[in-house]
């Protein structure tokens, strides 16, 4: 049973480029949320699919965006890099239909670095 | 929006002793709270949750506590280990559809053998 798998490990960008980021969720889970991560922090919620829709964001602006695909895979979209956006980026896949808190399950992360 | 404040950022204790996190939440609504573990270039792995509908819960060495009253939980390591050295978080979350976690800033542990 494969956990969630997240592609690439690591990435270099430079400023004003974009990035796709990708997330494969544990088996049996329909729900995707996304995480950055800065150095020393701790993760940041930056919004979260379910049923191929974004079901709710956090406080990011709109350069971040995301998708779901009808396999409950993700991707993440920044457009217009900024030297801030370096950051390590999770992706966490939970079941998201039950009526209580479904426990969330982190993937490695992709370390975006942007110089 | 939810506020979760982590203490210690900083923790080092002796092999065979405790070590306690302590966090801090301001919405009253939420009602879940995890706690992650997370070493050196690795995963954020859940340890141990609890629900606010229990004050306290425990699995082997590691214990939570929780005082909804004044909203703050803690976690309890006992015969700390080296292996137990890492970046421990704590999260809370709320009910509602998207149940997204926020947070605290992290405790670096380190057992020193």
């Known amino acids: 049973d494969a956990g969630v798998t997240q592609s690439p490990t690591h990435l270099i960008k430079t400023r004003g480029q974009q990035v796709t980021l990708r997330c494969s969720p544990k088996?049996?889970?329909?729900?995707v949320s996304w995480y950055q991560q800065a150095l020393g922090q701790g993760p940041q919620f930056i919004f979260q699919?379910?049923?191929?829709?974004e079901r709710q964001r956090g406080n990011f602006p709109d350069r971040f965006s995301g998708h779901q695909f009808p396999n409950y895979s993700s991707e993440l979209n920044v457009n217009a890099l900024l030297l801030g956006d370096s950051a390590l980026y999770l992706c966490?896949?939970?079941w998201g239909q039950g009526v209580i808190q479904e426990t969330q399950y982190f993937g490695p992360g992709t370390r975006l670095l942007v110089l | 929006g939810e506020n979760v404040e982590q203490h210690p950022s900083t923790l080092s204790v002796q092999e065979g002793d405790s070590a306690v996190i302590k966090c801090t939440y301001s919405?009253?609504?939420?009602?879940?709270f995890p706690w992650y573990k997370q070493e050196l270039g690795k995963r954020p792995q859940l340890i141990i949750d609890?629900?606010?509908?229990?004050g306290e819960k425990k699995d082997q060495r590691i214990a939570v506590t929780l005082n909804k009253t004044a909203k703050h939980f803690s976690l309890h390591i006992t015969e700390t280990q080296p292996e137990d050295s890492a970046v421990y978080f704590c999260?809370?979350?709320?009910?509602?559809?998207?149940?997204?976690?926020?947070f605290g800033s992290g405790t670096q542990l380190t057992v020193l053998p």
């Open positions: 966490a896949s939970s």
């Open positions: 919405d009253s609504a939420s009602n879940y």
């Open positions: 609890i629900r606010s509908n229990v």
């Open positions: 999260a809370a979350s709320r009910p509602g559809s998207a149940r997204q976690l926020t």
């Open positions: 088996s049996g889970h329909d729900t």
């Open positions: 699919y379910y049923e191929e829709e």
